[in-house]
């Protein structure tokens, strides 16, 4: 559902951490159903978008659109040093990190 998505940026995921911004946010909605693809997913939007509304029940949206920058900088900013990233076909980020001593 996301492959049309622009990546979320760094300071999107601080500002949305800074706020407490929960399951609940609605935020991305219009980006979502918009990006939509009804023939590769097999559902009519308007099917997909009743889903959307109960997101907190379904948890059926992605709020964000990861890369490797994005968890890369996610997890040096939580204290980590990345080890190794690679992608998995079709989709999968794969990282590899270790925690920084205190």
Partial sequence: MD??????TFEHLLHDYANNTDEADTTH????LSNFDEHRHK?????YKKLLLQNVANRCAH???FSQ???KSALEFSG???DLQ????PFHLVTIATKKPA
């Fill in 3 to 8: 492959f049309k998505r622009e990546y979320t």
């Fill in 63 to 65: 709020h964000h659109v």
């Fill in 86 to 89: 690679t992608e998995l076909e």
């Fill in 43 to 47: 559902m009519p939007v308007e099917e």
């Fill in 29 to 32: 909605f219009d980006e979502i």
């Fill in 69 to 71: 920058k994005l968890i």
């Fill in 80 to 82: 980590f040093s990345i």
